[in-house]
């Protein structure tokens, strides 16, 4: 038999911040100076979107 496990809700706790709020970015902001993008991606702005997905 398989256990389950469950896990807590990340967004009870007391430090939570709800992703992508303005106090988000702030701290995300004051936390790395900076925002940085590290991956190298490459997008054809001619393709068309069910194209890029699949």
Aim: proline content about 9%; cysteine-free.
């Amino acid at each position: 038999m398989i256990e389950k496990i469950t896990f807590p809700d990340p967004s009870a706790h007391p430090d939570w911040i709800t992703p992508h709020s303005s106090e988000w970015y702030s701290l995300l902001n004051d936390t790395l100076g900076e925002y940085r993008y590290p991956w190298k991606s490459k997008f054809n702005l001619h393709q068309k979107g069910a194209m890029a997905i699949s």
